[in-house]
């Protein structure tokens, strides 16, 4: 079974960035999709990116798109979340995931890593 580990999170200014890790054990890492996701305490977790096996196909909540980007080295296991232009709202818990297909669904869920983006 996969095990994964998020790391990156933090405190910053709005307009700031951010770089999330997420690594993973345990399984072909390069024979999945992965995706990111954050929730909101009382919300529910909602998607934010996600990426193919081979990396070449890459797909975004549209409330990120432009500010983020998702990306991956198979080689060594890790899975990535580039985030730009970061806003108040764009404060939560990031989860990554394994997926069965591109579009889901995920599972296999990390700790998660907190962000917080001050106003």
């Known amino acids: 079974q996969v095990q994964l580990v998020e790391s990156g999170g933090g405190l910053v200014q709005a307009g700031g960035s951010l770089r999330l890790s997420c690594a993973a054990s345990g399984r072909t890492f390069s024979s999945y999709p992965m995706g990111w996701f954050r929730q909101v305490p009382g919300k529910a977790r909602e998607f934010v990116a996600a990426?193919?096996?081979?990396?070449?196909?890459?797909y975004y909540a549209d409330s990120v798109k432009g500010r983020f980007t998702i990306s991956r080295d198979n080689s060594k296991n890790f899975v990535y979340l580039q985030m730009n232009s970061l806003k108040p709202e764009d404060t939560a818990v990031y989860y990554c995931a394994v997926g069965k297909a591109v579009g889901g669904p995920f599972g296999s869920w990390g700790q998660g890593t907190q962000v917080t983006v001050s106003s």
């Open positions: 990426i193919s096996e081979s990396g070449t196909g890459r």
